[in-house]
């Protein structure tokens, strides 16, 4: 536990991010969210987590931009490995400026709870920019997708999977993004909800809803509190379907604009 002790104090002296949607639409060069969280318990019950969240945007122009958001989670309890994750969404816009726009995506993610080894998925989609003023933005994707996901486990909650580790389909994928801000920015909330539905199976789909608040306290420092609920209809067998987070934190802005640079 010592290492995991001064990975803790360190966490304490460095300015962490866990905030709001990144919006590559924003006339900024460059956009960073960094978090790291985490908790250490010894005693009558030895526990420790760690959770990372770096969200980067690159627009150089007000034609492409590119926006990547990872995640990584661990978590034991008495030394044995509950949580393992990551999690990395990608991707790559066309003209972000304008009110609908295409993009190209691509995710990775493994998650050790749910006995996935690996998953990724490409495709392609429109975004709709429905509301968008000063201090508030609500956007809407739809995408296409295809998907592979490999399971360390060949039994699931379908028998009609079973006997494979591996299972491959079309999605479509619909999203809403959203951020609001209150009181003269001293109120921030957010929220990202998707679903996405198999082409080929009805019974193989999956959504996902997040929702924080953010109390800015003094140059882009503040404080955060965020949620986040999963549900999965085709899992490894005994694996349950819902999965929920939350998490508080400390909160820092980070942003450059192209002007800034020259």
Not at 174 to 185: E, I, M, P, T, V
Not at 214 to 241: D, M, Q, S
Not at 249 to 255: A, E, M, Q, R, S
């Amino acid at each position: 536990m010592q290492i995991k002790t001064i990975f803790l104090l360190l966490f304490w002296l460095v300015c962490v991010r866990i905030s709001a949607q990144i919006n590559e639409s924003d006339t900024l060069f460059f956009q960073y969210n960094t978090a790291l969280s985490g908790n250490l318990q010894t005693g009558n019950l030895e526990a420790f987590a760690v959770r990372l969240k770096a969200d980067f945007s690159f627009a150089p122009t007000r034609h492409w931009a590119f926006k990547t958001q990872n995640t990584y989670r661990y978590q034991e309890f008495y030394t044995n490995k509950v949580d393992n994750d990551f999690y990395s969404r990608n991707f790559f816009y066309l003209g972000q400026q304008r009110r609908v726009y295409p993009f190209v995506l691509a995710f990775v993610a493994t998650n050790y709870r749910r006995k996935i080894d690996f998953r990724h998925f490409t495709g392609a989609g429109v975004t709709w920019q429905i509301a968008r003023a000063p201090g508030h933005s609500v956007k809407m994707a739809l995408s296409g997708v295809y998907e592979s996901t490999r399971f360390a486990d060949n039994q699931f909650n379908y028998p009609e999977y079973d006997g494979a580790n591996r299972i491959e389909t079309w999605r479509a994928s619909a999203w809403l993004f959203g951020k609001h801000q209150f009181w003269d920015r001293r109120l921030r909330i957010y929220y990202e909800i998707f679903v996405q539905p198999s082409l080929q199976k009805a019974n193989n789909f999956r959504w996902q809803a997040e929702t924080g608040i953010e109390w800015p306290l003094w140059k882009g420092l503040g404080l955060t509190a965020n949620y986040v609920f999963t549900r999965e209809n085709v899992t490894v067998r005994n694996v349950k379907a819902k999965d929920g987070l939350l998490t508080f934190g400390i909160v820092y802005n980070g942003k450059i604009n192209l002007k800034e640079i020259k």
